[in-house]
């Protein structure tokens, strides 16, 4: 089969439903949480479902083995809570080990870099307080694709094939290279271990993972890697419902999830921009591009050093989203040249293989759900005949003294994967988030923008091309896509700022969101899908 151009011009356009909506990067994904919709179930079943389809379809992105953060709203009590089921360094794990290995970093690929998985915790831990249905209710379609087959998508497949020299090396690795090789797109494949791993997930909950033979086979596959995680470390872990972290930019009340997770960096930048007009420049205007680079590098500053595990860090939330800190830092920022990059403190090396998906069902509930391994396929270790591909999350931690996200045994590290909601009035407005590594603020920052200060369709705002300081970073390049005007990018470099013109199949780079807005007088959904991914809204 010929392999796609990846041109990415969209021309989809916006679907429109009353009774529910699903949006994924998989279609098989989106297809089983509408089907759950259907069945009676709500967001929060619909959710997990096509999470758990998209960690069959897209092992490299997501996974039992990885970290999953959710927003739901409750259409009943107009209320928003935030799910953190990332987990945790394990507690035989410290800074001295690292030192013992002469690190200066984390290494994204030693077993040392495996957190607890905590996707499966926070899989029962959703369903428990806001779903209508069981595990095993949510899990047949996993399991049938997984033990019957799937075929390969054809974004996804080929960064499947990209990973084919990591996945030759992975230890245990091998219902990952059907046949030895990668799968092409089209090609069906199956994925029995994982999918007997589903089974006993279904069967018997999350004990059935966090202990028993799955457990068995984490702590064995690692420690024969130079790990430490132990039974205990498993056994102990458990997800926290948290207070989100909010702003109002222009009206409208945009949802995080508090730190550990990066969503604070969005709300900052969306703080510090509330002080400029973006209203009344047009999307490509140079000096309206300018104005939220400049923005989303002070929120990078912020981000770097204050981003932590709140159980053992302190992190200012109220200040760093108060008015009168957007009104100072805003003043920093020059209209016609960047400013001295802000100093930043503590190296996160750039991962972003998540998937990112929204579920709205027709009584207004939302879940907003993002699930990740980080970085592709993860540490490059599965667990032996579970199928289970473990995490590297642990190469968020810094190795700074003192640093507020400096590794610590039972700690929680930065994470980057962001889910987002946005109310108005006091009722749902918007489910969205756009996947991505350290894509994902300036993702938010963007889409926001194009629905708020120009009133685009969730299509429209998905399609507009997008902007990037690589890595976070600062003082970073600025990557920019194909699709904005060279004038502007001209315009852009004569201010300072580090040109990069991606185009092609480098565009993954720039993320991929689901968007779902809600009309609360009429009861319409209205979804948008990322065009640069293979996915789609599903909807009734």
Same mark, same amino acid.
Request: charged share 20%.
């Given at each position: 089969?010929?392999t796609?151009s990846f041109?990415?011009k969209s021309?989809?356009?916006?679907?429109?439903?009353?009774?529910?909506?699903?949006?994924?990067?998989?279609?098989?994904a989106?297809?089983?949480?509408?089907?759950?919709?259907?069945?009676?179930g709500n967001?929060?079943?619909?959710a997990?479902a096509a999470?758990?389809?998209m960690?069959?379809?897209?092992?490299?992105s997501c996974?039992?083995?990885?970290?999953?953060f959710?927003?739901?709203?409750?259409?009943?009590t107009?209320?928003v809570?935030?799910?953190?089921?990332?987990?945790?360094?394990?507690q035989?794990?410290n800074?001295?080990?690292?030192?013992?290995l002469?690190w200066?970093?984390?290494d994204?690929?030693h #077993?040392?870099?495996?957190?607890v998985p905590?996707?499966?915790?926070?899989w029962h831990?959703l369903?428990?307080r806001h779903g209508?249905?069981s595990?095993?209710?949510?899990?047949?379609?996993?399991i049938?694709?997984? $033990?019957?087959g799937f075929?390969t998508?054809?974004?996804f497949g080929?960064?499947?094939? $990209?990973?084919?020299?990591? %996945?030759k090396n992975?230890a245990?690795?091998?219902?990952?290279?059907?046949?030895?090789a990668t799968?092409?797109?089209?090609?069906?494949?199956?994925?029995?271990?994982l999918?007997?791993?589903?089974r006993m997930i279904?069967?018997?909950g999350?004990?059935a993972f966090y202990?028993?033979?799955?457990?068995?086979?984490?702590?064995?596959?690692l420690g024969e890697a130079?790990g430490?995680?132990?039974?205990?470390?498993?056994?102990?872990?458990h997800?926290?419902?948290?207070?989100p972290?909010?702003t109002?930019?222009?009206?409208v009340?945009?949802?995080?999830c508090?730190?550990n997770?990066q969503?604070?960096?969005?709300l900052?930048a969306?703080?510090?921009?509330s002080?400029?007009?973006?209203?009344s420049?047009?999307?490509?205007d140079p000096?309206?591009l300018?104005l939220?680079?400049?923005s989303?590098?002070?929120?990078w500053?912020?981000?770097?050093q204050?981003?932590a595990?709140m159980?053992h860090?302190?992190v200012?939330?109220?200040?760093?989203?108060s008015t009168?800190?957007?009104?100072?830092?805003a003043a920093?920022?020059?209209?016609?040249?960047t400013?001295?990059p802000?100093p930043?403190? $503590?190296?996160?090396?750039?991962?972003s293989?998540?998937?990112?998906l929204s #579920?709205?069902?027709?009584?207004?509930?939302?879940?907003?759900f993002?699930?990740?391994?980080?970085?592709?396929?993860?540490?490059?270790?599965?667990a032996e005949?579970?199928?289970?591909?473990?995490?590297?999350?642990?190469?968020?931690?810094?190795?700074?003294?003192?640093?507020?996200?400096?590794?610590a045994?039972?700690?929680?590290?930065?994470?980057t994967?962001?889910?987002g909601l946005?109310?108005?009035?006091?009722?749902?407005w918007a489910?969205?988030?756009v996947m991505g590594?350290f894509?994902?603020p300036?993702?938010?920052?963007q889409?926001?923008?194009?629905?708020?200060?120009d009133?685009?369709?969730?299509?429209?705002?998905l399609n507009?091309p997008?902007? +990037?300081?690589e890595n976070?970073?600062?003082?970073?390049d600025l990557?920019?896509?194909?699709g904005?005007p060279?004038k502007?990018?001209?315009? %852009?470099?004569?201010?300072?700022?580090?040109?990069?013109p991606?185009?092609?199949?480098?565009r993954r780079i720039f993320g991929?969101g689901q968007?779902?807005? +809600?009309?609360?007088?009429?009861?319409?959904?209205h979804?948008?899908?990322?065009p640069r991914?293979?996915?789609?809204?599903?909807?009734?």
């Open positions: 089969m010929k796609m041109d990415f021309r989809r356009s916006m679907i429109s439903a009353r009774r529910g909506m699903v949006g994924a990067s998989n279609p098989l989106a297809q089983a949480g509408l089907n759950i919709l259907r069945q009676g967001a929060a079943d619909a997990i999470s758990a389809v960690n069959v379809t897209e092992p490299g996974g039992i083995g990885g970290d999953c959710a927003l739901f709203y409750d259409a009943k107009k209320s809570s935030a799910l953190n089921g990332s987990g945790r360094a394990p035989a794990l800074l001295q080990a690292t030192q013992d002469c200066e970093r984390m994204p690929f #077993a040392h870099a495996v957190t905590g996707a499966v915790r926070g831990d369903l428990e209508r249905m595990l095993a209710d949510v899990l047949v379609d996993a049938h694709y997984a $033990g019957e075929p998508a054809p974004v080929l960064a499947w094939e $990209g990973s084919a020299a990591f %996945l992975a245990n690795a091998e219902d990952y290279l059907p046949n030895g799968p092409k797109p089209g090609q069906v494949v199956r994925l029995p271990g999918a007997n791993t589903l279904a069967e018997g999350p004990d202990t028993g033979p799955v457990a068995d086979a984490i702590v064995s596959s130079g430490v995680m132990t039974h205990e470390d498993l056994a102990n872990h997800s926290t419902w948290d207070e972290i909010a109002d930019y222009r009206g009340t945009i949802y995080e508090p730190p997770g969503g604070l960096t969005a900052i969306l703080n510090i921009a002080n400029f007009d973006l209203q420049l047009p999307w490509d000096r309206r300018h939220m680079i400049e989303m590098r002070l929120a500053a912020d981000a770097h204050y981003i595990d159980s860090s302190r200012p939330l109220e200040s760093l989203l009168a800190y957007a009104s100072d830092r920093l920022i020059a209209p016609d040249a400013m001295d802000p930043t403190f $503590g190296e996160i090396p750039p991962g293989d998540t998937i990112y #579920a709205v069902d027709g009584d207004g509930n939302a879940c907003s993002i699930k990740s391994l980080y970085m592709g396929f993860g540490v490059g270790i599965a005949g579970a199928g289970v591909l473990l995490q590297n999350r642990g190469a968020g931690f810094t190795l700074q003294p003192g640093h507020a996200n400096c590794l045994p039972g700690k929680r590290p930065y994470h994967i962001i889910p946005a109310l108005k009035s006091g009722e749902l489910s969205f988030g590594g894509m994902q300036q993702g938010h920052f889409v926001l923008s194009g629905l708020i200060d009133d685009l369709n969730p299509q429209e705002a507009r997008r902007w +990037y300081l976070g970073d600062p003082a970073g990557l920019v896509e194909e904005t060279v502007t990018m001209a315009a %852009l470099a004569d201010r300072g700022h580090r040109i990069r991606v185009s092609g199949r480098g991929r968007i779902i807005r +809600y009309d609360a007088d009429s009861g319409v959904l979804g948008g899908s990322e991914s293979d996915g789609q809204m599903a909807a009734f």
